[in-house]
Each structure stands twice: as C-alpha cells, then as structure tokens.
C-alpha cells in the first residue's frame, strides 16, 4: 500500500514539473530501493537511520577534545568520554530494573507488561504506540482457518485503513505498515488488534530481546563457553553470574524467610566451590591448569647482608674446625712416616702446617735458633 502510495506521489511529482526527460532523475528512480522509506519499511537498523547519533557523539567529543591538545591529554580526555557513557548507561540499566513507571494508558495490562519486559527508554516507545491504539477502530474483515485479519483505521480517518494479519496457532501478528519489521517493536495496529481480541499480554515473538531488560544476560549466556576466547568467556561468566546475583537481590530481600534461605544457600555454595578448587589444585592438574603461584616473602637489603654475613662466618667457623680437629691428631699420632691427614683439611692448610714444621724454633731467652 505504502509502496502504491510512493508510485503516485512520484508520478504526480514528474508530471507537474516535466521531468520525464530527466537523466538524473531517472537514475534516481532506479536506485529508489536504496534511499526511499516506503522500500526500507521491512529492513531492521536499530533504529540508526541518519546521521545524528553520530553527529551527537561527535558534539559530545568536541567538549573534551582540543585541538592543541597533546597526546597524554587526549587519553585521559577520551577515557573522561567513555566514563561518561558508562555512567549513562549504568544509571539507565539501574532506572529500568529497579524503578517502576506510572501507567498512563487506558490500557494497564499491556501498558504494565512492556513496563517489565522492555527497557526504560524502549518502553516509551512501545507506551506511545499503545496509546495510539486506545484511539483506533478495529473491525474483524476475514477469518480464515486459523488466521484472522483485521482493518484497522485512527479515529476520525476511516478513509485510511491498515491490514493485519493474525496467526492465531502460531501467536504473531504482521501488520502491512511493516513497523515491526522496521524497527521491532509492535505497531499501534497491532496492539489495536490485541485489545480487540483482549490479549493482555504481548505474544512472545513480538518482543525482540535486544531491547529487554535481559538483553546483556542472554547474550553473554550464549558466549559463556565459546573456546576460542578464554578472556571473552571469564568477562561473560562474570557478566552473567552478576546479572543473576543481582535478580535473587533484589527477590530475596523483599522477606525474612526468602533472605535467610537464599542467604545460607549462598555461603554453602561458596564453601562447596572452595573446597572443590582446593581439591582440585592438590590432585592431578592438567597441562594448561594455571594455579596461583606460591607467596615467598622477600628479603630486605639489610636481611640480605646479615643473611651473607652468617654465611661467611659459617665457612670460616668449619675451616677452623678441620684445622683444629688436624691439629688435635697430629698431636696424639705417634710420629712416622704414616700420619693421617683429616679428609677435610685442604691443601693450602696442609701445606701451611708442613712449612711451620720445617721453620726453625726461636729459644724464648737467648733469640738463637736450636
């Protein structure tokens, strides 16, 4: 329909200002699937269609960012950025979890239920297409075997209707305005149809899980044992175990018998995983098992030298000893020719002791040699 709609308008535009022999024109008309809405209507892209995400980025940056800056002030002023939208995005995730909106519409049910799936920013989208459906007429046209279709116009406009199709087995809805399509999130028509057919609750395959409040857990769910990345694996498990530790907070504290449950539950499960890590690092390891190193405390200059100083006197302590215990047999050895030498006593000693042997003794009272 939109399509037909383009066709006329483009028709109409050609006639009234005589561009039939146009050349650029009508290479513009050939790349129509390219640049015009109603071709692009059934394409996803994350709500990114222009330009102006980028252009606030680069605003944002230009408030951080100088030119004469040199290269240590632009980290540190980029990093400033960053902390920025991580602070942004900490404080959204925080407004969407643990703070309820006020419902508005004249639909709570639903209006409740996009409130605690989807995230705070997405679920003003969804609010305002649910507000557009209390305004609408929806008239049942054809029920075919298991589908239904719908027209559905805005109060007020019943010249411009919109057809939606209703699977009833397998619980989707489509709707010709392809705005789901476009940017995944139900229409007005279609909410329009469910409060005709007084559903309460967004069918299942209508809610795309990128603009949940789970969307981070459910993606790290699935990278959780990717083993190509073993850093990617550790912050997704991490990301994960936190996403759950912070649910049974926040269900848990709500009642004294639930804490202290959940609270005893928790400590077991640390015991149980210290003592399994324990187990595991004085059996068998494998070859790629990396356990923590083991803590030696470090010596301080002074410890170093006191430390060599008893070393030295220990060696010199044991030379004197092997002199002394030489000393001692040499004495109670009958002389000859066979006299035992301590097996410790090195040559230079020995050969010390031999040349006090040989040396001629001084008489104490004359000074003359014997």
């Given at each position: ?13 050609v006639?009234r ?14 790349l129509?699937y390219l ?10 892209f994350g709500q990114?269609?222009?330009?102006c995400?980028?252009e606030?980025?680069n605003?944002l940056i230009?408030?951080y960012v ?7 002030e632009?980290?540190n002023n980029?990093?400033?950025v ?19 909106p006020?419902?508005v ?6 209006e ?12 003003q989208e ?7 459906a209390c305004?609408m ?10 589908k239904?279709?719908?027209k ?6 019943p ?13 989707m ?17 279609i ?10 609750v967004?069918p299942?395959?209508?809610v795309?899980?990128?603009?949940t ?7 790290m ?5 990717d083993?190509?990345?073993?850093d990617?694996?550790?912050k997704?498990?991490l ?13 848990a504290?709500?009642?004294?018998s639930?804490?202290?449950e959940?609270?005893n539950?928790?400590?077991?499960t640390?015991?149980k ?8 690092r004085?059996?068998?390891?494998d ?5 923590d ?5 470090t010596?301080?200059?002074g410890?170093?030298k006191?430390q ?6 220990r060696?010199i ?10 000393t001692d ?13 301590c097996?410790?006593?090195s040559?230079?000693?020995f050969?010390?002791?031999?040349r ?8 104490p009272?004359?000074g003359?040699?014997?």
């Amino acid at each position: 329909m939109i399509v037909k709609e383009f066709q006329v308008m483009w028709g109409d535009m050609v006639a009234r200002y005589n561009l039939s022999s146009n050349s650029w024109f009508d290479q513009t008309y050939e790349l129509r699937y390219l640049w015009d809405l109603a071709y692009l209507r059934d394409q996803f892209f994350g709500q990114i269609r222009t330009t102006c995400q980028c252009e606030g980025i680069n605003s944002l940056i230009k408030a951080y960012v100088r030119k004469k800056d040199i290269l240590l002030e632009f980290i540190n002023n980029m990093e400033t950025v960053v902390s920025h939208y991580r602070n942004n995005a900490r404080v959204a995730e925080f407004n969407s979890k643990y703070t309820d909106p006020v419902l508005v519409t004249s639909l709570p049910t639903l209006e409740d239920f996009a409130a605690k799936i989807f995230t705070r920013n997405m679920f003003q989208e969804v609010r305002k297409k649910i507000e557009g459906a209390c305004a609408m007429n929806t008239e049942l046209v054809i029920q075919d075997g298991g589908k239904l279709y719908f027209k559905c116009n805005n109060f007020g406009v019943p010249e411009i209707d919109h057809v939606v199709e209703f699977d009833i087995v397998g619980r989707m809805l489509r709707c010709e305005c392809l705005w789901f399509e476009n940017r995944e999130i139900p229409c007005m028509h279609i909410f329009a149809c469910l409060k005709h057919q007084h559903i309460e609750v967004i069918p299942e395959r209508l809610v795309c899980k990128r603009w949940t409040k789970n969307a981070k857990s459910d993606f790290m769910k699935s990278n959780i044992d990717d083993p190509n990345d073993s850093d990617k694996v550790l912050k997704c498990r991490l990301g994960v175990l936190g996403a759950e530790c912070s649910r049974l907070i926040d269900v848990a504290c709500k009642n004294s018998s639930d804490f202290v449950e959940a609270m005893n539950d928790v400590v077991n499960t640390i015991t149980k995983t210290q003592n399994r890590g324990e187990n595991s690092r004085n059996g068998n390891l494998d070859d790629d098992y990396v356990v923590d190193p083991l803590v030696v405390k470090t010596q301080k200059a002074g410890s170093v030298k006191n430390q060599q100083k008893i070393e030295k006197d220990r060696n010199i302590g044991g030379r004197i000893a092997a002199k002394s215990a030489f000393t001692d047999q040499v004495k109670t050895s009958s002389p000859g020719p066979n006299i035992p030498i301590c097996a410790s006593t090195s040559n230079e000693e020995f050969g010390m002791n031999s040349r006090l042997a040989e040396s001629p003794v001084v008489a104490p009272e004359t000074g003359m040699a014997d």
